[in-house]
Structure formats: structure tokens, C-alpha cells
């Protein structure tokens, strides 16, 4: 179920524009474990804006879409019980709030888009929606929203919760927290209500903002909206979720899906299934745009890409990397030997996680096994070649798994992103597969073509009329 709405004519051929994100987090340890450690990574410079600004800065010129901002609420503690080798290996810890970064990263900006993550499962909904709507207003009309519902105990235990609600269950306070929000962005002021009249001393029309009432299993609202429509009015939304109940939620409520996997096959099969939904929902197959994540280090030469790799696997962190992974599916590695066969069974936290574990490495795994796909201090495996090999590898992608974009893993920073802006980025344009120039408009127009969610969205129902 292909859309067209990416592919340019440009002079003989036809190419389909890859859409690129930078995927970071406003921390040290971020996906790559152990690479902070790299004498030219610059990670550990995270609490200065001034290193935010300059790497948004490096992003537009090379017209990247976006910044794709991770963000847990936790500590991951699942790892042997505690949180040492998290805090020795500073594995999302410490990790600062990557809401706060957007303004100043935008106001040295023009048109560089921002994906933040915000977990909804621990933030009143009123007060989430005006500080998406402010940041809407701050940046342009450049902000989007990765919806999360979390998936640590421990973030749960810090807000007051004894633990984690059950995996399906986080998604069915998701579709509520979504409907409220919906009315909060979409229903409470009407296009036409600010008014803006100086000689008439009327700002906003009363009669044309809208009370907001809500009395739900999990919520009950009964207000205004305190800010004024912003450029979008909802958020781009993202989600991540790649289990059954993750796809149906993405197919009723996202327009950008960010999806791991190892093979093709496999990512193509998800692709398929969330379009899929989706038309069986009313939306269209193009509604949609999907983000593979990737880790890409590359070279002028293979040679060249092949050394700087063997050089970043030198500063992996193997301890690191299981407390990760420990955390995002559940299971404390730390309590199984090398070759010991890894008990999943139900899992609360990443469920897509320990399916796409199982599918690569069979239905009885080890922590060796494990340990052997962390090559790089995560379970996402490199592409590593030439500049030449990155584009072919990605514009097949794009091709065979249907997939939009990519969201590029940070390894050593900012080199990383320098590196595939440098080399990558020009022969992806001489192929005609990547943007020349920005478009104009919003964060949805440059993705859609248009500023507000179509009339087939979910949330065009809370409008008012």
C-alpha cells in the first residue's frame, strides 16, 4: 500500500525524498552505550544550551527535517535490582527535560522540526496540551509530539504508583487522554475567535470559545483551553509502538510512525499493517509517514567507514548496553549466565521488543546471543560503508520496506551527524532522493502539505460545527 506523495520528478528519473531525522536525548548515554566515553564525542556537553543551539544549527544546513527527542521519566533500575551500573555507565541518567531545549534550538532556527517525547500516563492532560500549545506557538508551528505511555516501574513508583499499569491498559488511558487533548486543541476556540480589535477593545470573541467538558473513566475537565490556537493547533504526532495493540493505536492517531527491525520483511510486514488499519479507519495509506531507525557510520571509502567503526567499538560499554536492554524488555540479564536460556514470559514494559528479539534469535535465546547483536552498544545493528553503500542501503529502504524516512541514532556526536551531512547528504540529492531546499510552511506542510490534521483524523470530530 504505497503512497506517491514523496516522489519528484527530477530529470530523467524518479526518486523518492528521504526524509531524515536526528534521533538524541537530552543526556549522556543514549542508545550507543559506552560511546560518550570517545575522545571526540561531546555528549557530556548536554546541560549547555549553547551546544544544543550549534547542533541545531548543523542540522538545518544540512536539511534535516528534524530532531527526534527521546525521553524517559525513570531510572532503569531492572538491571541486577539498582541503578549502579546505570549511573556508572550513564545509561539515560542523568537526563534533563528535552521540552526546554526546543525554544532556544527553534529561535536559531528557521525551519528545523521538533519530535519531543512526553509521556502521558503521568501528566494531567489540561496542562500537557497549553505547553504543547505554547511551544507550537514558539517554534513556528514546528513542534510534534511522540506519544508514550511508558514502560518503567520505576517512573511509575516516582509519581505516587505503586507500579505500572498493564501494557494494553496504558493504551486504553492513551485513547482517552487523546480524546481530551483533541478537544482541548481542536474544539475549545474556533478559527475566527481572536478578534485582535484594539479601536473595539475586544481581543477574543466570547462566543466563539468553548467551554471544555469532559467526564471520563480516567478524567474529568471541565475548562477552557488558556492558549489561543497555535499554528498546527495539534502537535505532529509520532508514535512508536509496534506491537497489535501499538499498531491499531498508530493507525487510529499517528501521522509519523518511528519503527525499529532487522530485517525488511519484517518492517515492511508492520508498514503494511498500520496503512492497512488505517484505511479500514477512513484515513488514507498517505496519511501516514514512517521513520526506520538507524545507525549510520560511513566514510569517504568502506576502508574508512570500517576503521572509524572499529574505533567506536572500542569504547563500548557491553554492561551498559544490558542495562538498557534490561529496562526496554523487562528481563534482569544480570541473573542469567552467558549461555543460560532467557525466560520472557509477560512482560509489562517494550512488548515489540521482546517479539523482535525472539523473531531474530529464536524462541530460546541467551544472553550471549544478545550480547553478540549489541555490536555497537545497542541492539540496533550499524550500516557501515562508504558514503556511496549508506545511500543505496536507505534508498533500497525506502523502496522494499515502504518505509519515508529515517531516524539517525546518535553514536559519537556531533561527528556522526556532520559525517552523513558531509557525505551521505550530497549524493542522496545527486540522486534526486533528498530535498535541495526546504518547502515553506509548518512542520505538517513541509510532511502533508497541510497545516491542520485532515478531515479523516480522529480529532477533526471534536470540532466545533
Not at 124 to 138: I, Q, Y
Request: charged residues 20%.
Amino acid at each position: 500500500m504505497k503512497s506517491d506523495r514523496h516522489y519528484t520528478y527530477q530529470g530523467t528519473g524518479m526518486a523518492r525524498e528521504i526524509r531524515i531525522n536526528a534521533f538524541d536525548m537530552n543526556c549522556i548515554g543514549h542508545i550507543q552505550q559506552g560511546l560518550w566515553t570517545h575522545p571526540r564525542d561531546q555528549s557530556t556537553q548536554y546541560k549547555n544550551i549553547h551546544y544544543w543551539t550549534a547542533l541545531a544549527k548543523k542540522l538545518e544546513a544540512g536539511l534535516f527535517d528534524g530532531v527526534f527527542f527521546a525521553d524517559v521519566l525513570g531510572a532503569y533500575d531492572v538491571y541486577g535490582g539498582n541503578v549502579d551500573a546505570t549511573l556508572k555507565g550513564a545509561v539515560q541518567l542523568p537526563v534533563n527535560d528535552p521540552s526546554l531545549l526546543i525554544p532556544a534550538m527553534a529561535a536559531a532556527t528557521t525551519h528545523l522540526a521538533f519530535g519531543v517525547t512526553c509521556n502521558l500516563t503521568y501528566e494531567p492532560p489540561f496542562s500537557f496540551a497549553r505547553r504543547m500549545s505554547t511551544l507550537d506557538h514558539l517554534t513556528g508551528g514546528r513542534i510534534g509530539w511522540n506519544i508514550v505511555t511508558g514502560y518503567l516501574d520505576s517512573a511509575a513508583r516516582a509519581t505516587g504508583l505503586s507500579g505500572q499499569m498493564a501494557h494494553d491498559d496504558r493504551y486504553d488511558l492513551a485513547e482517552e487522554y487523546m480524546s481530551l487533548v483533541y478537544k482541548l486543541w481542536e474544539g475549545c476556540w474556533e478559527d475566527d475567535a481572536v478578534v485582535n480589535d484594539r479601536e473595539k477593545r475586544i481581543y477574543a470573541d466570547p462566543a466563539k470559545v468553548h467551554r471544555i467538558v469532559h467526564d471520563g473513566r480516567q478524567y474529568k475537565v471541565d475548562a477552557l483551553h488558556l492558549a489561543e490556537p497555535s499554528p498546527q493547533r495539534t502537535p505532529v504526532l509520532y508514535q512508536a509502538g509496534s506491537s497489535t495493540r501499538g499498531r491499531l493505536f498508530a493507525a487510529t492517531h499517528a501521522e509519523c510512525v518511528f519503527v525499529n527491525g532487522q530485517s525488511m520483511s519484517g518492517v515492511r510486514a508492520i508498514v503494511d499493517d498500520i496503512r492497512g488499519q488505517a484505511v479500514k479507519l477512513g484515513r488514507q495509506a498517505s496519511d501516514i509517514s514512517v521513520f526506520l531507525g538507524a545507525t549510520v557510520i560511513t566514510g569517504r571509502t568502506e576502508a574508512e567507514a570500517r576503521e572509524k567503526f572499529e574505533d567506536y567499538k572500542s569504547h563500548v560499554d557491553v554492561e551498559a548496553a544490558l542495562v538498557h536492554a534490561s529496562a526496554s524488555m523487562g528481563i534482569d540479564f544480570a541473573k542469567y549466565d552467558m549461555d543460560e536460556p532467557i525466560q520472557t514470559g509477560n512482560t509489562q514494559a517494550i512488548v515489540s521488543n521482546v517479539e523482535a528479539m525472539t523473531r531474530s534469535a529464536g524462541p530460546t535465546w541467551t544472553k550471549r546471543r544478545l550480547i553478540e547483536q549489541m555490536v555497537l552498544g545497542s541492539r540496533q545493528a550499524p550500516l557501515v560503508g562508504s558514503a556511496e553503500q549508506v545511500a543505496d542501503t536507505l534508498m533500497a529502504w525506502t523502496e522494499n520496506a515502504d518505509v519515508d524516512g529515517f531516524n539517525l541514532s546518535r553514536t559519537v556526536t556531533p561527528e556522526c551527524f556532520e559525517d552523513f551531512i558531509d557525505l551521505v547528504v550530497p549524493i542522496l540529492q545527486e540522486r534526486g532522493a533528498y530535498k535541495t531546499s526546504y518547502r515553506d510552511g509548518v512542520y505538517r506542510e513541509k510532511l502533508f502539505g497541510h497545516a491542520r490534521l485532515p478531515q479523516s483524523h480522529a480529532a477533526a470530530q471534536y470540532r466545533p460545527g
